[in-house]
């Protein structure tokens, strides 16, 4: 259990990694926590914004509400570690009061980044919000955990333009985020969203926090949410092998949330799928995932850089495992189809295609793709077909229709 006096006692536990859940005050609790032993908070505090949040107020006054943000502040700087981190999630109208007191308390800002959504609230009067500040503070700028390169994320130079500059790096294809957060899984979460939970307000996405925690910790360091809604920090944290803490002032979304952290996350990325996207994105020269899947060249390549990510799969579940991350979105934009031969080549290709795959389903034609063995006899039947036909623009049409 997360190392407490005997006298605080958490409502929920759960062991390997250990995940205490505490309901209450968060300030009563956190006075109560030894000082010094946080690796990293992460808060998303009420907003004042007359949100039902299960018992606790939102709608107070407004020097009220500030003097309650620069007590919880200054408790969670009291049990964060000399090399840790705090990040706090919080609207336009509080943003510079928590940066200006962060700063006074002697913390370094480390960056300001923006949480950026397309699905705001409706509003005529003004421009609708499309953002939450993401502040992100250290005790210690000079000595602070950083895991740059856990948190990778396609280049645009890479896949957008194609730059082969980018091969060349340090990661190929790859760089750290920008400070403007947004993409598929990063908006709000709605109710159609697999992530939503019922009867939670203003939930963030898991890959919001995945990044944070990635950064800025280490596997079994101690993760602290002062605010834990509906549980996605330590749901995400869990997942990622770190302790964690989750302190929630209502019973009733503390029992919703540990019920989710027990049925682990939605969307996290595996580490075998984080391995597999850097060796495509280090190797795939500005093109999408079937273009690489079916070029000899490129998807060699791609299963090289698999090796020496030691990725411990075959071939054909390399090239299965990058097809379904496509599909699902987790690889985000891959790159630009490649123009294959002339309009009259491609028709022939598909005439082809229709007579060699007939019955055949999607499916199965790319899981012929993905195994070289199946793949080399497609290959013979399309020569037999027309031996003078380039087999790569028959493979992509097929992977197309």
């Not at 536990?13 to 300030?27: A, E, Q």
Request: aromatic content about 8%; hydrophobic content about 35%.
């Amino acid at each position: 259990m997360a190392s407490a006096p005997r006298e605080l006692k958490p409502k929920y536990h759960l062991s390997h990694p250990d995940t205490d859940v505490y309901v209450g005050d968060n300030r009563q609790v956190l006075k109560q926590l030894p000082q010094g032993s946080v690796d990293m908070i992460f808060a998303d505090p009420p907003f004042n914004w007359d949100v039902n949040y299960d018992k606790w107020d939102d709608d107070l006054p407004r020097e009220d509400y500030l003097g309650f943000t620069r007590q919880w502040l200054d408790a969670c700087i009291g049990v964060l570690a000399e090399h840790g981190s705090i990040w706090v999630n919080i609207p336009d109208d509080t943003a510079a009061e928590v940066v200006t007191h962060l700063k006074a308390q002697g913390l370094a800002m480390i960056n300001w980044c923006i949480w950026h959504f397309r699905f705001g609230q409706c509003r005529n009067g003004n421009f609708i919000v499309s953002k939450v500040h993401v502040l992100y503070f250290a005790k210690n700028a000079e000595n602070r955990i950083w895991n740059g390169n856990d948190i990778l994320e396609p280049s645009d130079r890479a896949t957008t333009y194609g730059d082969h500059r980018t091969r060349s790096t340090q990661s190929p294809g790859m760089r750290v985020p920008l400070d403007v957060w947004y993409g598929q899984y990063w908006g709000r979460i709605q109710g159609n969203n697999a992530e939503r939970r019922a009867q939670h307000q203003n939930q963030i996405p898991e890959v919001y926090l995945e990044r944070v925690i990635r950064a800025c910790s280490n596997e079994g360091d101690l993760v602290l949410d002062p605010f834990l809604g509906s549980g996605t920090t330590c749901t995400v944290a869990r997942s990622l092998g770190r302790r964690s803490i989750g302190i929630e002032y209502g019973a009733g979304h503390a029992r919703s949330a540990f019920a989710r952290i027990k049925e682990g996350p939605v969307r996290i990325e595996t580490a075998t799928e984080r391995k597999i996207r850097q060796a495509f994105f280090g190797t795939h020269r500005g093109l999408m995932v079937n273009e690489v899947i079916c070029d000899d060249e490129l998807c060699g390549d791609f299963l090289q850089a698999c090796k020496e990510q030691s990725v411990k799969l075959s071939e054909r579940e390399c090239c299965r495992t990058l097809l379904q991350m496509d599909k699902s979105g987790k690889l985000g934009p891959s790159g630009k189809k490649r123009k294959l031969g002339t309009i009259r080549q491609y028709e022939q290709a598909k005439q082809i295609v229709r007579k060699v795959a007939a019955g055949r389903k999607k499916a199965g034609i790319e899981q012929i793709m993905c195994d070289p063995k199946r793949r080399k006899e497609f290959d013979k039947k399309i020569r037999a077909a027309d031996s003078e036909i380039a087999v790569h623009i028959v493979r992509r049409a097929a992977m197309g229709l």
